[in-house]
């Protein structure tokens, strides 16, 4: 068994199981980071032994035989995959927690992998497990990060991950409209490849891009870091196909409707909890025909945020858009070789412009009179390729430090402009008190801007010991600290990272009381056994 | 009793009885429309002889003393109507159907009118309603096109009219953020002139501005004629309070979320059914510092759709753009007095752009261009400056025509811009087959553009004769025709009209049986007793 390794058929790699992506990508600590570690820490330390691979054990059973031969009747026997290796690939997301809990040699897993061929055999699995009693836990790209793959039971008697890597690729795309339908279980880069090929371009880029589905950016609510110009993917959806366990829907008849609630919007974000997308129809665009990427920086934090404030309600169009506070700008330059220049203490703002030949050019113009009007000054453009160079690679980056024993794991959340500072610094309070004595940093950029207010994303790196049962329970103290703290003053609880079981806990204050009944009039009206996803999303 | 009476509070005008808006405003039969009559029914006939407010009854009994008195202890004596005057006025909507129906002196009409003070005695009022066994319709201006306003009692005993008109005004004001909160009842002009006041605009502009409320365009998913530049109602709307039968829900917490599904989007088209909307919060923006009026000329419909098309992906950025085909174009021109000119063989756009100074005159630039590359000749600006003047007051000239037996209606939908020739041509084909040998005409305009589509908006004037009730049989058969056509060629039902009761039967081809379920179940929730505007949204 090698990390690359195909499963099911034989032509997708999966995910290293105990960390991000890629393992031929896996890095060592770069120079930039030795250097932030000696800041946070005081030593670079050394690696930390984890089991191997063959030392790790799946404690949950299979399915049984009955349950097998039954999903087997469906999908075929080639489709249900009860050994150790493709269950263990699918025992959960990419989070620093699910990191931290594979440091452990016994482990839990689902009790069998389904992995359908057709939309049909995807109805015709969840009457089965409807039937037979078994949770369904959809399986996309496997980069969730805040739980929802975990492989609950719920009440029933086992588990299993449907894997949507069989219902792949570009159905249809109609130039004129500029819409593209795509199978749910087709990765970022397959999606763009596909339309590239025919001059078009999906341009949602969020950090999981090379791994995650297109029916995973539909479920989550995902946001990528091209979200100023082409927007959440939540606003590319124009169209839906669902499987629930009581019947399919097809949802999304005009770009323009008035035709009673958008029933659209009730599935995206519905975290695989009322059914499976099998089929996302997306808004694309034609390739841009120019691209210009700059950076800029700013005196502090406050007035790189009223910048971008200014841009965003403005609508001068940048495709993207983001700031770094200090900390963050300092760990950017030293990429970049430039530490330690007068630029080290302002924050930097990164900017790209997009589009057809002209309309890009202006644009830019725009966007640029009105951050130099709101104080910023231009700076180096390699800050800005460093990013675009780099705007994948940090989850290889966390592996690096994790297999040192640091920590770094990252959250998120949005708010209006005016209270922006108010929640960043509740935040910043709640991770210090947190983490406490520990040494840490503690990074923060705004990267989605909308005209009503923006993203707060933080970068939490530090020593909190190497014990990772010991690290993780911390966290998961922090993180709840933090979640109060961004419920109590007024953002959202995510806002690009989603619900899964790791917010569910906060769903009441989001949404209240009476919008949880909501959600659960709606689920049980779809999944009456409440097979899909245990745990997830509605506590 | 005149029409500009006050009713509730004395403070708000109603809308006449029998017609549109304000009876100040009334139009007599411009010269432009005189000679379009002769080319559609080689006549100008006369004025059709109505009954007069007094001569009309109304059938429907009032609420009994002890629904009265229940009512009236939770919002004050005063604030529960049961007169004639009170019920008559909001007795449904302003479709051209309402008023055909309105020739007739007996008339049904809600057995009270309720007027609540705040969102507690919304809560109270449908409380009492559930326990009492009344159904409740929501009303707002009353400008309701698509029967939703229909006083249908369902199965309960008698039927009540849920006036918002109290709970009007602006709320708070977030200027750094650009968010407004509204109170529902909050006509378009009240919004506009209290942002106005602190230097900002909401920019959502239907036909109906001048009397519909903030609430309505909520409930109804509105989309104004600046949709281009601010987008559709519902893209507007960032928090919602909504009081239901059993339970009250704030929603919207930050201006981008993953927490789950976005439920501000499900009560957004609910239409009253789910609840009352009380608060809606919106994104508005600065007014604007330039304002561009633009008119050009294309050689066919298709060559002007086609350019609509290219601007709106490209994302140019104007505020308003909108075709028209050659047969409005020649009453715009002739509203002008520039019919007879060359241009009447071609097809007008209007454009508008507004914005920061320098921008709004970037954006036009940028839009010129494509639209020149299109094809387009710059056109004469008085027609964008008559379109604008007269923006407001189709449906007075709608009533002048009916007043003299001229059936005047309007209809509209949704696709993308690859369907759009197949849908215009469907529709067209299904009204001159209802119209059958009545000499008629029919108008169809583009106003609302997006990336991928196109709404069409159609006006049909015709002879179908001095019987209101013969014309209005005639005219049900028609748009049955017309709504099975726009549901065949792949159309939605409706682009801003909304569903109510007119367009519940098509509801299963938008949505599908599940969809239908679960709106059922979502109703089932939060109205258990389905009160909440019977016989609206879902049959």
Known sequence: MTYGDAAGTGERADMRWDGWGDPARAKTLPASLRLLLTSVVGRVPRRVVAPTWDEVEVITPPLDAEDVAALAAVVGAGNVRTDRDARLLRAGGKSTPDLLRRRAKRQEAPGA??????????????????????????????????????????????VLSLDLRRLTGLVSLDEV??????????????????????????????????????????????????????GRFETMVTGLRVVTPTGTLHLGRAPGSSAGPDLVRLFLGSEGTFGVITEVRVRVHRLPEETFADAWTFPDFAAGADALRQVAQAGT?????????????????????????????????????????????????????VLAGAGGTPAAPRLAASWEHGRFDAPYLRDALLEHGIFVETLETATTWSGLHGLRTAVTEALRTGLGRSGHKILCHVSHVYP?????????????????????????????????????????????HGVGTDHAGWMEHEVGAVGLRVLRAVKAELDPARIMNPGTLVP
């Open 317 to 369: 169009g940048p495709t993207v858009i983001r700031l770094s506070d200090e900390a963050e700008t300092s760990v950017s330059l030293a990429q970049v070789g430039a530490i330690g220049k007068a630029l080290t203490k302002g924050c930097s703002v990164v900017v790209l412009h997009e589009g057809p030949a002209g309309l890009a050019a202006a644009r830019r113009e725009a966007t640029s009179r």
């Open 113 to 158: 992998v389904v992995l359908p061929g057709s939309e049909d055999e995807v109805a015709e699995v969840l009457r089965t497990a409807t039937e037979r009693g078994l949770a369904v836990v959809p399986f996309g790209g496997g980069t969730a990060v805040t739980g929802g793959l975990a492989p609950h039971a719920g009440a029933h008697r086992g």
């Open 177 to 230: 409209s500029g819409e593209a339908t795509l199978r749910a279980g087709t990765t970022g880069p397959e999606a763009e490849a596909a339309l590239g090929a025919r001059g078009f371009e999906l341009g949602h880029f969020p950090q999981s891009f090379r791994f995650a589905t297109v029916g995973g950016f539909a479920a989550m609510r995902s946001s990528g870091q091209n979200s100023a110009g082409h």
């Open 452 to 496: 009503t207010g923006a993203a707060l994303y933080f970068t939490v790196v530090g020593d909190l010991g190497t014990d990772p049962a010991r690290a993780a329970e911390t966290w998961a103290r922090t993180k709840a600290a933090v979640n109060d703290a961004i419920t109590a003053a007024g953002g959202t609880i995510s806002h690009h």
